[in-house]
DNA sequence: GAATTGACGGGGC
DNA sequence: AGCCCCGCCAATT
């Protein structure tokens, strides 16, 4: 069997992507930054794919995108998951990371379960000057 | 145990 | 904005 610290790193992960609300979406290194303990965008994108299909149906993985706003895992209607919760993309098929996303965990909730809360963010300012 | 791959990110140009 | 290169971590071969 696996060592269990990898296990509980997942475990982590999962934890904290639960708590990601429905509209709005994360980034795999906004993910990591919160478990902490190391792990980076690539852990985070190996701990979800490696999501039973049962599981998948609790920890809401759709609501993790890279960077760019850009769906990485295509044709796994993860955009369309996402529409239904109230994400909007743009022409190019970004979600509109300036309105959706994830401002992090609250501090309280953080401390009280061993993560990090995010850095303050201030480009959000921008979010209703898309139309495309 | 080395090399390869991948649901990633940051920094430079 | 885009493009490219490099570091990062975990799984697989």
């Given at each position: 069997?696996?060592?269990?610290?990898?296990?509980?790193?997942?475990?982590?992960?999962?934890?904290?992507?639960?708590?990601?609300?429905?509209?709005?979406?994360?980034?795999?290194?906004?993910?990591?930054?919160v478990?902490?303990?190391?792990?980076?965008?690539?852990?985070?994108?190996?701990?979800?794919?490696?999501?039973?299909?049962?599981?998948?149906?609790?920890?809401?993985?759709?609501?993790?995108?890279?960077?760019?706003?850009?769906?990485?895992?295509?044709?796994?209607?993860?955009?369309?998951?996402?529409?239904?919760?109230?994400?909007?993309?743009?022409?190019?098929?970004?979600?509109?990371?300036?309105?959706?996303?994830?401002?992090?965990p609250a501090p309280e909730w953080a401390a009280d379960n061993?993560c990090h809360t995010?850095?303050?963010?201030?480009?959000?300012?921008?979010?209703?000057?898309?139309?495309?």
């Amino acid at each position: 069997m696996e060592h269990a610290a990898t296990f509980a790193l997942y475990e982590k992960i999962f934890l904290v992507v639960e708590q990601i609300p429905a509209g709005m979406v994360s980034t795999y290194g906004d993910v990591a930054a919160v478990v902490g303990g190391g792990g980076d965008g690539r852990t985070v994108g190996a701990a979800l794919g490696a999501l039973s299909r049962e599981r998948a149906a609790v920890v809401p993985w759709q609501r993790v995108i890279n960077r760019e706003g850009v769906i990485s895992t295509g044709g796994m209607g993860q955009r369309t998951l996402l529409e239904a919760e109230g994400v909007a993309f743009d022409a190019q098929g970004r979600a509109i990371l300036a309105r959706h996303r994830w401002p992090g965990p609250a501090p309280e909730w953080a401390a009280d379960n061993g993560c990090h809360t995010l850095p303050e963010r201030e480009e959000g300012e921008q979010l209703s000057l898309d139309l495309a």
